[in-house]
């Protein structure tokens, strides 16, 4: 639990940083790529996705399940394909949450609070990297004293193993799949928004780059 609060507080702390590295960039549209680039519910899940892709690339090593050998002086890295189950879960929360605790606490609330969004943000967080943890400590689930377990019912080297991981191959492949998913929608999602409630600004109605620069065009308007 210790380990899960120091990554969430980690992550939400990089995700505050991207809120504003767009701006501070002087809008240069690679950084808008993972970056918030407009105050829609889409724009602040990205900003947590970001940093959480960065962990999920590190986990491994992180929760021990994966480590580095040499093989005839040429450096290795291995780790347990079981992982990719748990990367996936914390992605997809994050999804999933940030708009369920936004939506019904604006409706109470029935305006914006930035101290109540931020507080927001850092739970959804918090909640996927104990989502994270659960779906790695799960019955079944290889630990790091057996990291060559691999797919389910056999080890690395694809021999029968007499203690079988939980997660089926299948299972596997379709947490890899999400994965691929979740990472190509970040960019793709910021140069071709949907037209969806998720995805429109807060503050003019319109989506993905096209509502900064509405934004920008209003504010300089009303110093005139």
Request: hydrophobic letters at 55%.
């Amino acid at each position: 639990m210790v380990k899960a609060i120091i990554i969430s507080v980690i992550i939400g702390l990089l995700g505050s940083i991207l809120h504003f590295a767009y701006e501070w960039s002087g809008r240069k549209k690679i950084v808008a790529l993972f970056s918030a680039v407009n105050e829609s519910v889409w724009e602040h899940i990205k900003i947590a996705l970001v940093p959480t892709i960065i962990f999920c690339a590190i986990s491994p090593i992180i929760y021990g399940y994966g480590y580095f050998f040499v093989i005839f002086g040429e450096l290795h890295f291995y780790f347990s394909p079981q992982i990719f189950v748990p990367m996936a879960a914390t992605l997809l929360s994050i999804i999933i949450l940030i708009p369920l605790l936004f939506y019904p606490i604006l409706a109470i609330m029935k305006k914006h609070n930035v101290v109540v969004s931020i507080i927001e943000f850092f739970v959804a967080i918090f909640l996927s990297q104990v989502i994270f943890t659960w779906v790695l400590d799960m019955p079944g689930f290889p630990g790091p004293s057996n990291p060559f377990l691999g797919f389910c019912g056999g080890d690395a080297t694809g021999v029968i193993s007499s203690v079988a991981p939980c997660y089926t191959q299948s299972t596997i492949i379709a947490s890899i799949i999400i994965i691929i998913l979740v990472v190509v929608s970040v960019p793709l999602f910021t140069l071709f928004p949907p037209k969806f409630f998720l995805f429109r600004d807060s503050r003019n109605g319109k989506y993905g780059l096209a509502a900064t620069e509405s934004h920008n065009h209003n504010r300089k308007r009303r110093r005139h």
